[in-house]
């Protein structure tokens, strides 16, 4: 289907109740001939056309928000678009980092936004979670941006269409059996912990002397994970939340290795939660790198601590270094681990083939 938007022809097609398409400035090619003007062109491709001054015009249509066109905002490395009906512009993110709650995002998200070529929402967890918050997500993204600066994302949603057209991605990935743990141990569940525990905000989190967190009533609550697997009971096992992380596809480490070879080196990059841990400022020249950006001489002071950890929840707080990857609580038991190791080793094996990373779930 074709529709003009201003001087412009687009050609569009449907992908993720979104509607993309790429647009070329109909120019009109005047022979003068006894004055007479005569034969327009219209190429249309599937991939968004230069012209001759290598000015790039996009137009994509979005359901329940209109026609967006790409504004003439190049060389800008992060893009923008004049949404018409709303008569404002916005940048989509062209960042987006994703990975576990209890994986870094929070320590990445925090040691980014003291370079001064990122720019960030005020919300950390900045995600399109239903079909009416897509115009909200994108308007929370600074649109002031200088030549080189670009707008940074950070969500646990693989879903989102938003992110999988415009933005390169960051996935951040932890051993799992230890991130499960710490999981565990950060949220409480109101159908396994019954009291002082509710969906809110506010106080999703364990409050120590409130709900026990010991390496046994772990171990007791992977067994009986297992042991309703075995007899086909899942649907009976609490908490359900951690259940989901057991058994959940949507966070298959070799799944997203797979769908991170695809998009290619220039558009994905896979980090280890642990190397981000040990040595920080590693890992950030291997993102700025990612980006085309040109290091900074950062503090050393700055990587120095641990963000969002369990003695000081919240992606707001930062604390001492030693307190991060779970090392403000007991560890838990040998044999829990190695349990988990077998729950998870098909697909830490899979992705540790794939990436070249190694994780302690990997055999």
């Given amino acids: 289907r074709l529709s003009l938007v201003g001087s412009e022809m687009c050609i569009r097609d449907r992908y993720q109740r979104r509607v993309r398409g790429s647009c070329h400035s109909m120019r009109l090619f005047s022979l003068v001939i006894l004055i007479i003007s005569f034969a327009f062109a219209v190429i249309f491709t599937t991939t968004p056309p230069k012209d001759v001054n290598g000015t790039l ?3 994509f249509e979005v359901d329940k928000l209109g026609t967006y066109c790409e504004e003439d905002l190049y060389p800008k490395k992060n893009p923008c678009f004049f949404l018409q009906a709303r008569n404002f512009t916005v940048c989509p ?6 990975g576990l709650p209890k994986s870094g995002t929070s320590a990445l998200r925090y040691f980014l936004s003291h370079h001064p070529k990122f720019k960030m929402p005020p919300v950390k967890e900045n995600c399109v979670r239903y079909e009416d918050s ?3 997500f994108l308007i929370s993204f600074p649109t002031d941006l200088a030549k080189d600066e670009i707008t940074v994302d950070v969500c646990m949603e693989r879903t989102n269409p938003i992110i999988e057209l415009y933005s390169k991605q960051i996935y951040i990935f932890r051993n799992k059996p230890d991130w499960l743990w710490s999981a565990f141990n950060y949220w409480c569940y109101p159908d396994f912990d019954l009291v ?5 905000k506010s106080n999703e989190w364990v409050i120590n002397q409130l709900h026990n967190r010991s390496p046994e009533r772990f171990h007791a609550m992977i067994e009986d994970f297992m042991n309703k697997k075995k007899e086909g009971q899942l ?10 992380m057991l058994i959940h596809d949507q966070w298959s480490y070799s799944q997203i290795a797979k769908h991170c070879q695809q998009k290619g080196k220039d558009m994905c990059l896979i980090l280890s ?3 981000l841990y040990e040595s920080p400022k590693k890992v950030v020249d291997k993102v700025l790198k990612f980006l085309d950006l040109p290091p900074i001489d950062l503090s050393e002071s700055l990587f120095k601590v641990s963000v969002n950890t369990q003695k000081k929840k919240g992606e707001a707080h930062v604390g001492q270094h030693d307190e991060g990857m779970g090392k403000g609580i007991r560890p838990m038991l040998n044999l829990t681990s190695e349990w988990l190791n077998q729950i998870f080793k098909d697909d830490c094996n899979q992705f540790c083939q794939l990436t070249g990373i190694h994780l302690q779930c990997c055999t």
């Fill in 134 to 136: 897509a115009e909200y």
């Fill in 57 to 59: 015009h996009r137009c």
């Fill in 93 to 98: 993110p062209y960042l987006a980092i994703m």
């Fill in 196 to 200: 002082g525990c509710t969906e809110k």
């Fill in 235 to 244: 649907d009976q096992f609490k908490p359900v939340k951690i259940r989901d």
């Fill in 273 to 275: 939660a642990h190397d």
